[in-house]
Nanobody, 117 residues
Framework: QVQLVESGGGLVQAGGSLKLSCTAS????????VDWYRQAPGAQRELVAS???????NYADFVKGRFTISSDYAKSTVYLQMNSLKPEDTAVYYC???????????WGQGTQVTVSS
């Protein structure tokens, strides 16, 4: 049973920082591409950053230079360091990966990030 648990969200002022964690169980995280998504109220879920098992990293244009994705496979955890936060970064942040023969996409429960102006 794959489980993803996010943590680290909270309320921060604009310009501040937060570090999100996504801890996985039931899957070898080192073999997977792990994605961070976010969803603001009334908006569609959007991809923020990805890190592959081979170390390839991609960022959405709107977070480049501000967010950093990293991994600690010994802890089965992927992180999202968020700096220079803006009010428009306010959203629920989810980590996600695909697993299994039927390529099922798994999601965590999400962690709320609120950036005040």
């Amino acid at each position: 049973q794959v489980q993803l648990v996010e943590s680290g969200g909270g309320l921060v002022q604009a310009g501040g920082s937060l570090k999100l964690s996504c801890t996985a169980s039931g899957v070898f995280l080192s073999l997977k591409t792990v994605d961070w998504y976010r969803q603001a109220p009334g908006a569609q879920r959007e991809l923020v950053a990805s890190i592959s098992s081979g170390g390839n990293i991609n960022y959405a244009d709107f977070v480049k230079g501000r967010f950093t994705i990293s991994s600690d496979y010994a802890k089965s955890t992927v992180y999202l360091q968020m700096n220079s936060l803006k009010p428009e970064d306010t959203a629920v942040y989810y980590c996600s990966l695909e697993h299994g023969r039927q390529i099922t996409r798994y999601w965590g429960q999400g962690t709320q990030v609120t950036v005040s102006s």
